[in-house]
């Protein structure tokens, strides 16, 4: 048992010399110290040694244990050091390279146009207002005199939640809720997303939307289109001409689409304005009537006009892109530009 003691001691000390890894240095302990272990299988043989000899081996078995593991100890902060150091060595920073540029982010494009617009209205006096986006069929279509059969509340075009709930078709519905708890006058822009069941070139599922209404006594349709020539102008420049063409809407009465000479061609004609020289950007008109009666005001006392704007149809036209589903694919190559 001495010399398989003393063979073991020799056998670990030189497989040591040979260990580049922790892995390599736990599979050796394991070999001579496991469970199954050369040392633990010279260890079981000491029960049958004579009374004489059991100390003197059990001396020279704790010595040669308490050798290797001081063997195996050193090995491992070794490993450790020499891991650490080549980690460091791996990590480290060449302080002499030149510094990288940081990626600065921008305003997404939608957002810029709708900040500008904001800006134009209060600068003309607006309060800029929110409100929910799930509204109800009341607020969305009723209270905006919009009769049961007409086309907007189809399936096609609306998307109905429950319970008489859907994702509101444009931002008009504030304009119900703010009559609702003011009395007039009443100067708002509504910027916010709508939601409608439609999806090309030129729509998306989901779209940002500026509403716009006032509301005093003897506010006249002369004064809507020097709000919107004023704000035409200075969106698009101030060589920007305007027209107003006869349109229906619900909720107003007259009705009008507006349209500007176009960003392109200034007005000439080109591929981008189907070569009338007019894109159409909102549409506007008087409120009508029966909007009044629905928040309790008397339209023998006030009048008012409103307006709604597609922003992204606005940014379209100030960047020229030609298709607005780009501006919600997210590739960073065309955010970039802005």
């Known amino acids: 048992m001495k ?7 020799t056998e670990v000390l030189q497989a040591l010399k040979q260990i580049n890894t922790q892995d390599q240095l736990e599979s050796l302990r394991i070999e001579y110290f496991g469970r199954k272990g050369k040392f633990t299988d010279v260890m079981k043989g000491m029960g049958k040694l004579s009374k004489e000899e059991r100390p003197i081996l059990g001396k020279l078995a704790n010595e040669v244990r308490s050798s290797l593991s001081d063997a195996f100890e050193t090995a491992k902060t070794e490993l450790d050091c020499k891991q650490q150091e080549q980690q460091l060595k791996a990590e480290s920073i060449d302080i002499t390279l030149p510094g990288r540029k940081p990626t600065l982010g921008k305003a997404h494009p939608v957002m810029q146009v709708l900040q500008r617009t904001e800006e134009i209205f209060m600068q003309m006096g607006f309060q800029v207002v929110t409100g929910p986006e799930v509204e109800t069929e009341h607020y969305n279509f009723d209270a905006l005199n919009t009769p049961p059969n007409h086309p907007a509340r189809d399936l096609h075009d609306t998307f109905y939640l429950t ?7 444009h931002t008009s519905p ?10 007039p006058p009443v100067r708002i822009i509504v910027p916010g997303k709508a939601y409608r069941v439609d999806y090309d070139v030129s729509h998306t599922p989901m779209f940002h939307q500026v509403e716009g209404l006032l509301v005093d006594r003897h506010v006249t349709f002369s004064e809507l289109k020097g709000v919107l020539v004023s704000f035409a102008r200075q969106m698009f420049g101030a060589q920007t001409q305007m027209r107003f063409r006869p349109h229906f809407f619900p909720f107003t009465e007259p009705s009008a689409e507006v349209d500007i000479s176009c960003t392109v061609c200034q007005g000439k004609g080109c591929r981008s304005c189907g070569h009338t020289g007019w894109i159409e950007i909102l549409g506007a008109g008087a409120v009508d009537p029966e909007v009044f009666r629905a928040v309790n005001y008397d339209p023998e006392q006030v009048t008012g006009f409103a307006f709604g704007m597609g922003v992204e149809r606005i940014a379209n036209l100030q960047f020229r892109i030609p ?6 694919e997210n590739d960073l190559r065309f955010l970039h530009q802005f």
């Open 3 to 9: 010399e398989e003691l003393e063979a073991i001691q």
């Open 163 to 169: 319970d008489g709930h859907l994702l509101r078709t």
């Open 174 to 183: 504030v304009q119900i809720r703010v009559m609702e708890n003011q009395q």
């Open 323 to 328: 298709d607005i589903r780009t501006f919600y």
